[in-house]
């Protein structure tokens, strides 16, 4: 079967079979005269497998090594899973006792209860300014509105209040933020895969953000792809490099872009990397005068340390045959130069 029969057979949509070809779990076993994905049987039989486990809670990569990983045993994935839903039941049994609380006419409790009615019923408003005057008011935040959250960030529209929702779901307090995002950043819509991936990078360092970022790398969509490259660049994260490098090359962003390049040159190792990266993109658009300025100035961005090997790139331009190219090149060897002799 093709992809799109499968979908369609299986619930499961085009994108995320896709995802699952590029981790690995569901390769489809043949390819058709066209080149497109074809599904054997036992493709088919694999992926409902993926899909019953999923739906006991486990990850992608755990599902992965449940599958493949020899060592693994369903006691132990039983196990964790026990683990963790018994920690749910906590959370529930909690919520139970609040619940009945209230019920007993506890009036200090019913302002939680309060709170979550009136972020529902401020979040369903038609009006973007009634919305963002919810979340930037009491009712805007705290335990147990994250999932709630989450789910308005990936259909919000309004600029001004989707920067309010994100603003709203990093303060939240929930550690479940991230993996209520997911399926969002796995959405065939590319508008919300960018909700999705703004909302993560707000997150910071919380659990599974940069999973979810580095999954993001890989995204058709350059808005996604460059949201999340220079928030894993700023992290420190050299995986981001190739994406980076891209940017600076389609001019999407190109300065942050380079500014980043710059910062992670000083991680061990990558500065190399990133000045193969971006000669490499000199020599293979030797035509394109506006891409290889850009390309310069983010060569001039990278750190002291790797200055002998940037001033001999540059020497080599300002020569070359392209004179704006030649004048942007010999007047950043001439800011090498100053920054030397300040030494």
Not at 305 to 326: K, N, T
Request: aromatic share 2%; charged share 25%.
């Amino acid at each position: 079967m093709l992809i799109g029969d499968v979908a369609r057979h299986s619930g499961v949509s085009p994108r995320m079979l896709r995802h699952y070809d590029a981790l690995g779990l569901v390769r489809p076993t043949g390819r058709t005269v066209g080149g497109y994905r074809e599904y054997s049987a036992e493709d088919v039989r694999r992926l409902f497998q993926v899909q019953s486990l999923r739906s006991l809670g486990l990850s992608l990569k755990q599902i992965g090594r449940a599958l493949e990983d020899p060592a693994s045993t369903p006691s132990a994935l039983v196990g964790d899973l026990i683990r963790w839903t018994e920690d749910r039941l906590e959370r529930e049994r909690e919520l139970l006792d609040r619940l009945r609380a209230i019920d007993a006419s506890e009036p200090d409790d019913w302002r939680d209860v309060l709170r979550v009615v009136a972020l529902i019923q401020g979040l369903g408003s038609p009006s973007p300014a009634r919305r963002q005057q919810t979340l930037l008011g009491p009712a805007g935040g705290g335990d147990g509105a994250t999932e709630l959250l989450a789910e308005a960030v990936l259909a919000e529209s309004d600029p001004h209040v989707a920067g309010a929702l994100r603003w709203a779901l990093a303060r939240s307090g929930g550690d479940g933020a991230a993996a209520a995002l997911a399926d969002g950043l796995y959405a065939e819509d590319a508008e919300i895969r960018r909700r999705a991936v703004l909302a993560v990078v707000e997150l910071g360092e919380a659990p599974g953000a940069s999973e979810l970022l580095a999954d993001a790398l890989d995204d058709e969509d350059a808005t996604v792809r460059g949201s999340a490259a220079l928030a894993l660049g700023r992290r420190g994260a050299t995986g981001a490099v190739p994406a980076l490098v891209a940017m600076v090359v389609a001019g999407d962003h190109d300065v942050e872009a380079a500014e980043v390049l710059g910062a992670l040159s000083r991680e061990p190792g990558c500065a190399a990397r990133v000045i193969a990266a971006l000669t490499g993109e000199l020599a293979a658009r030797a035509a394109d005068s506006g891409t290889r300025i850009r390309i310069v100035q983010a060569l001039v961005e990278l750190p002291e340390a790797v200055a002998r090997e940037v001033r001999e790139v540059l020497d080599g331009l300002a020569r070359d045959d392209d004179p704006a190219l030649a004048l942007v090149a010999s007047a950043f060897v001439a800011v090498l130069d100053e920054r030397s002799a300040g030494e």
